[in-house]
C-alpha cells in the first residue's frame, strides 16, 4: 500500500486534505503531521517503520525560506530510509508555501492512493471472533504481516489480531508438533509453506476457526482476504 506523509503546513491546507480525503478512508495512508516544534521528530519515528512495509512513500514538506534547515533534516531522514529499504521507493516534494492546498492536493492525486477502506478488526472478528490468528513463514521470505499490510488490513487489525513467528530453515524437524501445541494458544494459521514442511490435517484440523495455507505470504494472505471479505 502506499503512503502518502503532509508535513509542516497550516489548517488551510489540513481542512482542504479532510474534504478530499476523508479520514475514515484515509487515516492510514495519509498522514497529517502539523507544523511546529517537535514535528521532525514526529515524522521520523513514523516514517521509518512505514517505511519497512510500504509499496511507496510520498513526503510533502511545507516550509517557508526561513526554514531551509527543516528540508535538510528531512532529507537527511529519507536518506537513511533509502539505504535501509531500497525496495521501498520514496518521493519528496517541497512547497514553499504553507496555507496553499493546491499544490499539495493536486501531488498526492497523481501519487494515486487507494481508495478502499482497509480492513478493520471488525471485519475480522466477524469471522474469527475470539484468539489471536497465528502466521508462520520462512526466514528471508516475505512476512505474512507485510503482505497483510500491502493487502489493505490496517495497522490496528494486524496488531490486534495477528502474530507471526518467522522459521530459520533447516531447523523444523518438529514444526508439525509445534504447530499441533500451538492451537491450543491461537484460533487460527496462516501459512507459506515454502521452504518449510507440508501441513499434516492433524494440524488444519486444530485450529478453532480453521486455517489458510500457499506457497507464499502474498498468496495466502489473499486466500484469507476473500474469505473475510467475501466468504470464499
Known amino acids: 500500500m502506499k503512503i502518502a506523509f503532509v508535513i509542516g503546513f497550516y489548517d ?10 476523508p479520514e475514515n478512508v484515509y487515516r492510514d495512508r495519509l498522514v497529517w503531521i502539523p507544523s511546529g516544534k517537535g514535528s521532525i521528530a514526529a515524522f521520523k519515528g513514523r ?74 478488526s471488525a471485519t475480522i472478528r466477524a469471522r474469527i471472533p475470539t484468539g489471536k490468528i497465528l502466521c508462520m513463514s520462512l526466514n528471508g521470505k516475505t512476512a505474512i504481516l507485510t503482505a497483510l499490510q500491502r493487502a ?13 513467528e518467522v522459521r530459520i530453515g533447516a531447523r523444523n524437524s518438529n514444526l508439525m508438533q509445534d504447530l499441533e501445541a500451538r492451537a491450543q494458544a491461537y484460533s487460527y494459521l496462516l501459512y507459506a509453506w515454502e521452504g518449510l514442511r507440508t501441513m499434516t490435517p492433524t494440524v488444519k484440523k486444530g485450529f478453532t476457526y480453521g486455517c489458510r495455507e500457499a506457497r507464499s505470504a502474498a498468496q495466502v494472505v489473499e486466500l484469507f482476504k476473500k474469505w473475510i471479505t467475501d466468504g470464499v
Open 152 to 164: 489493505g488490513f490496517s495497522p490496528a487489525a494486524i496488531g490486534e489480531c495477528f502474530e507471526e
Open 12 to 21: 488551510p491546507v489540513k481542512t482542504a486534505l479532510n474534504e478530499r480525503y
Open 47 to 120: 516514517f521509518y517503520d512505514v517505511a519497512k512495509t510500504a509499496e511507496g512513500v510520498l513526503v510533502c514538506l511545507g516550509r517557508s525560506d526561513s526554514e531551509r534547515f527543516i528540508e535538510g533534516a528531512m532529507r537527511n531522514i529519507i536518506a537513511v530510509a533509502e539505504q535501509q529499504y531500497a525496495n521501498t521507493p520514496i518521493q519528496f516534494r517541497v512547497f514553499g508555501n504553507v496555507y496553499d492546498s493546491g499544490p499539495v492536493i493536486q501531488v498526492i492525486e497523481s501519487y494515486e492512493l487507494e481508495t478502499q477502506p482497509q480492513i478493520s
